[in-house]
């Protein structure tokens, strides 16, 4: 029999999304939307990220918010969603290398960051590009971690 339920897991996941105050098209989306969005930013660093510091900030938010969210569903280690992400994690990891934390000191210190369980505010791409390449340098972000 099985007792997993994926539209209650959803609604938890949606609920976890509110109450972490989310955009609302991060909540809409829900878990699965999260794990496709994961999905997409882990193809775009494995393909030469081109965004702002910002913009990757923002995207290894979406990471840390995505680690939560599974917490929260509470899915079987076999579940496809958490497959989808093990996967996309594999990708983004093998495109890059360990740096300093890129919300700088005082923010890693501020939130507790760990760099065992909060990988990826510890990582930056192997070649970063562009106006990325430009921002981490400026903010000391391309020497060793």
Known sequence: MNIFDENETEDVVRRYLEARGCADFIVESGLTGLVDRWN???????????????????DMDIRDILEDALDVAALPDDHDLRQRVLAADGQVRAVTVECGPIWGNEVAEAESMDRALQWWYFIRPREPVGMLRTEMETEGLLGDA
């Open 40 to 58: 997409r930013i882990a193809s775009q660093i494995a393909s030469g990220y081109d965004g702002a510091l910002d913009e990757y900030l923002n």
